[in-house]
């Protein structure tokens, strides 16, 4: 009973106390207010996703860069006789899913391949998003196209933006594979004993001081590479989370303004 009254009580105050009469429903917010916030929601999507465009194309030069530098890395290895004998007995520790530098590489050109794919995916989902945002009104959109939107960018444009994010995880951990086993390497070509000392027994050659240089200039640019890299899932993944919040918002208001102007025409 404490509870019902506290409930009265409440809506009085509010002014939304429903009428003693069978009139229809009256509501603290109107359509047109709910409309209007969906919009201002959806509006901070936009104003968003057109900061970060720049961003995103930066995105396409990164991956065209790291491609030409894994391939770099992958010539340095295979060019030497020396090297790949050492490579073949390195201890990687890859939890069993790499056995050789060639898989390495093959794995990261995979993901850097599949990151260009959700890239322009990526692109042209939000592309759609702000051609759509930018033919709507904040007075006169209604909450049927608000809704629509609402819904395209919550199962299209944030789809696509966690299938970026889970390919740039991917080459993330790939590319410290690589910087891992560019270490690896470059620790046996500064030692003279275990590893180097096998290669020496196994090939009967010396290595090559251009082959110390190279393969820790790999190691270097690797371990660049994948800071920068983080840097960007992380960006990526901040304005993922303030676009889901704002779309969230957009598509509440909006399918509560479909139920009133429903209850009003009913």
């Known amino acids: 009973m404490r509870i019902l009254t506290f409930i009265i009580m409440l809506l009085l105050i509010t002014g939304c106390a429903p009428k003693p009469t069978p009139e229809a429903p009256t509501y603290c917010l109107?359509?047109?207010?709910?409309?209007?916030?969906?919009?201002?929601?959806?509006?901070?999507?936009?104003?968003?996703?057109?900061?970060?465009?720049?961003?995103?194309?930066?995105?396409?030069s990164f991956i065209v860069a790291t491609k030409g530098i894994v391939n770099n890395y992958a010539d340095v290895i295979q060019s030497s006789v020396y090297l790949t004998n050492v490579v073949r007995f390195l201890p990687i520790p890859y939890a069993g899913e790499v056995c050789n530098v060639t898989k390495i590489v093959s794995n990261t050109v995979l993901h850097l391949n599949s990151a260009?794919?959700?890239?322009?995916?990526?692109?042209?989902?939000?592309?759609?998003?702000?051609?759509?945002?930018?033919?709507?009104n904040r007075t006169t959109a209604t909450p049927a196209e608000l809704s629509k939107l609402s819904v395209y960018a919550d199962n299209t444009v944030m789809a696509d933006a966690r299938e970026l994010q889970t390919s740039l995880h991917k080459i993330s951990t790939s590319t410290?594979?690589?910087?891992?086993?560019?270490?690896?390497?470059?620790?046996?070509?500064?030692?003279?004993?275990?590893?180097?000392?096998?290669?020496?027994?196994?090939?009967?050659?010396?290595?090559?001081?251009n082959d110390k240089?190279?393969?820790?200039?790999?190691?270097?640019?690797?371990?660049?590479?994948?800071?920068?890299?983080?840097?960007?899932?992380?960006?990526?993944?901040?304005?993922?989370?303030?676009?889901?919040?704002?779309?969230?918002?957009?598509?509440?208001?909006?399918?509560?303004?479909?139920?009133?102007?429903?209850?009003?025409?009913?």
Not at 31 to 37: C, E, H, I, N
Not at 226 to 237: D, G, R, T, V
């Open 176 to 209: 410290a594979a690589m910087a891992m086993t560019a270490q690896s390497i470059s620790n046996a070509l500064e030692t003279t004993g275990g590893y180097l000392n096998q290669a020496k027994n196994l090939v009967g050659v010396q290595p090559q001081s």
């Open 116 to 136: 260009g794919v959700a890239l322009d995916r990526y692109k042209k989902s939000s592309t759609s998003f702000l051609v759509a945002f930018d033919k709507l």
């Open 30 to 60: 109107t359509s047109g207010q709910l409309s209007a916030y969906s919009y201002d929601h959806l509006s901070r999507v936009a104003a968003l996703l057109r900061a970060d465009a720049r961003s995103i194309d930066d995105y396409n």
């Open 213 to 266: 240089i190279q393969v820790t200039a790999s190691r270097d640019t690797f371990n660049s590479r994948l800071a920068l890299l983080n840097q960007k899932i992380n960006s990526l993944e901040n304005s993922a989370d303030t676009h889901r919040q704002n779309i969230a918002k957009a598509r509440t208001y909006a399918e509560l303004a479909l139920q009133i102007d429903n209850q009003v025409q009913n």
